[in-house]
Nanobody, 121 residues
């Protein structure tokens, strides 16, 4: 239902841009969040954005380095990741919901399959 892409292997200090594409039915009027899960750890909130794009929120660990944005005409949300660190290594997931805009993954209804981000030191 959601398609996440853009992951890869990058050196510390580098950048990647993740994309999350969805159908219009899912994307329309939805908030979208990015989450990540490192091996052996829980899935954590990274960033989220409202349908209008006027409001975004970030985990403290990525503030100032990551930027979330969306192109509603293209039904796509982006996560620009700069100054990447080895601790950013994880599988990144995007999720959408028409009613919820928050940090708890439990409440997001629609999910993508995840894209691997690996940051080498």
């Amino acid at each position: 239902q959601l398609q996440a892409s853009g992951g890869g292997l990058v050196q510390a200090g580098g950048s990647l841009r993740l994309s999350c594409a969805a159908s219009g039915r899912i994307f329309s009027n939805s908030a979208v969040g990015w989450f990540r899960q490192a091996p052996g750890k829980e899935r954590d909130f990274v960033a989220g954005i409202r349908w209008s794009g006027a409001s975004a929120r970030y985990a403290d660990s990525v503030k100032g380095r990551f930027t979330i944005s969306r192109d509603n005409a293209e039904n796509t949300v982006y996560l620009q990741m700069n100054s990447l660190k080895p601790e950013d290594t994880a599988v990144y997931y995007c999720a959408a919901d028409h009613r919820y805009f928050g940090v708890n993954d439990y409440w997001y209804r629609y999910w993508g399959q995840g894209t691997q981000v690996t940051v080498s030191s």
